[in-house]
């Protein structure tokens, strides 16, 4: 077998992790309960509160890539009957529709075409009494920013669940501010660690609401407790990915030594410099400006492409001349976008730079 290439991971996740990662990877594996990696578990929930913004004590790296955090959210509070508003305007917002649907809830679906943003007022006059109010902060399918604070500032009684899977490190996530009450993300995108965790975030108005024998046995967050939280005696629950524990650790060093801040400002002016790049190169955006993601670019397909190229070419060619992966459209969006992700260590100028001279090779413009 040939050794896998180095490429310039510039799709919808992963991205390539930081320098800080790979050391972290070749490390010995020790025990889950050896002191020395509960160390670097303590340390590892101290930086998501320090990049979730958030004082909750019950915030940890979740086993399982970013979907196990919606699982979690979901499994462990909702009650068969419950009324959760869920919004959906892309492929993350009608998953987690189905996945509350799964688990008993009366879903009340708020729609905005696939890149339009979310109507706040819609989702908080969607329902009286919502038992939870759920919605995707950045949609990685279209490109598109969700106003959480909006939603955030009425939300009343209900309980708030944001999907911060491609926010988290790019862009604010003010979990305390907000008042959310379960915000879950993943290892791979924004944050620059290989896919496996989904770090989460657990209010204490969420704890005292959460399910007793939730259906789900993994994801029980009073289970997981036991063994996360230093006080709770560190129970056995189920083996700690130690290694995708330290290698998320790592990353969260380099992001946490940069500033969140300044992580969050370098997204911006790389999604700015791709994106005028692309303007340049005469391609159209498909997200509007005023909700445009910085870390995730969306891309008209163009009409014209050289040498009865088909976009699927063009992305093939991407990777095999020049290796770089970018992604195509997901769901209805199959086949009319490209998505461009500019998230975690990728998000430099020179990658940007990279990718839009190759893409301009690509297209012979
Ligand atoms: C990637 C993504 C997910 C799913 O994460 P996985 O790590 O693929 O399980 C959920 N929500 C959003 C907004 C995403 O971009």
Known sequence: MSPIADRLLMGPGPSNPYPEVAAALAAPVIGHLDPAFLGILDQTCDQLRTVFATNNPLTLPLSG??????????????????????????????????????????????????????DPQQLLEAHPSPAIIALVHAETSTGVANDVASVAAGRGDALLVVDAVTSLGGMEVAVDAWGADIVYSCSQKCLGAPPGLAPITVSERARAHL?????????????????????????YHHTAPVTMVGALHGALRALIEEGVAASRERHRRCGKLLQDGLVDLGLELFAPETHRLAQLT??????????????????????????????????????????????????????VLALLGALGEVLGR
């Open 211 to 235: 399910v007793q024998r939730p259906s789900s046995w993994y994801l029980d967050l009073s289970l997981i407790a036991g063994y996360v939280e230093a006080g709770a005696g560190r129970a």
């Open 65 to 118: 890539t970013g979907s196990s955090g919606m699982e979690a959210a979901f499994v462990n509070l909702v009650r068969p009957g419950d009324p959760v508003v869920v919004g959906v305007n892309g492929l993350f917002g009608e998953r987690m529709a189905e996945v509350a649907d799964r688990v008993g809830a009366q879903v009340v679906r708020v729609e905005a075409p696939w890149g339009q943003p979310l």
């Open 298 to 351: 969306t891309v008209v397909v163009p009409g014209d492409l050289p040498h009865a190229m088909s976009e699927a070419d063009v992305r093939r060619q991407l990777l095999t001349e020049y290796d770089i992966e970018i992604g195509g459209g997901a769901g209805q969006l199959a086949g009319r976008v490209w998505r461009i992700g500019c998230m975690g260590h990728t998000a430099r100028p020179a990658n």
